[in-house]
């Protein structure tokens, strides 16, 4: 590939990859010495590191995502066995990369106690669970035409070794991530916090354990069907 030819495929890339360490010198002044780096499930930072390291942590995990999975046809012998690259990967880096630059956003944001429209609307304590939630369902939309792979997806024993079974799974799960992230999205941002944090656990079960449910129910009906085949 040409530099010409990957400047034009990246650059949308390049940009998400670049806007967290264009913007850091300029706010580098005003960041408190600890800055959030983890947060817990009820959506409130548990913690913290020197900005030092910490401003630069997601930036530079993103970083690594984005090569990881730029390199995905190089290094993943099932998208290898499939011949080559994959437009599904290439899509799902734009939108992983873009939710960890707004997921950066959101951390320097709360660090710097700024307030913004969003911040006035939503209770920034709850937009990293927001942001979770809003990937899930760009993630789901893009599900049913992913092929098997080691790097994204619904990876259960079942769906890698079954083609077939990766292919009903995800075809469940891509619509499922969408319509229940439709659903959590309005009820989260509007809920009282002890509401709010019971229906996340419930979205979070419906999400990781009903697709990973169905993969087994899959992989059962598919040996029984095998064990009803009879023997020449």
Known sequence: MT???FIRREWLQLIILIAPFAII???WSLLPAQVPTHWGWR????GWMSKDFGAFMLPVINVAIALLLGLASRIDPKIKKQGGTSNTIHRL????TSF????FVINMEIALSIETPFASIVDMHRAPIFAIALLLMLVGHYLPGLQPNYFIGVRTPWTLEDPENWRLTHKMTGPLWVISSIAFLPIYL???SSVAQAVFIAYLGIVIILP???SFWIFLRTKRAFARVPRS
């Open 43 to 46: 959506g409130k930072a548990n």
């Open 25 to 27: 010198p300029f706010i």
């Open 100 to 103: 960890f630059l707004i997921f």
């Open 212 to 214: 990973i449910s169905y």
């Open 93 to 96: 880096r734009l939108v992983i």
């Open 3 to 5: 530099f010409r030819r």
């Open 190 to 192: 509007i809920a009282p």
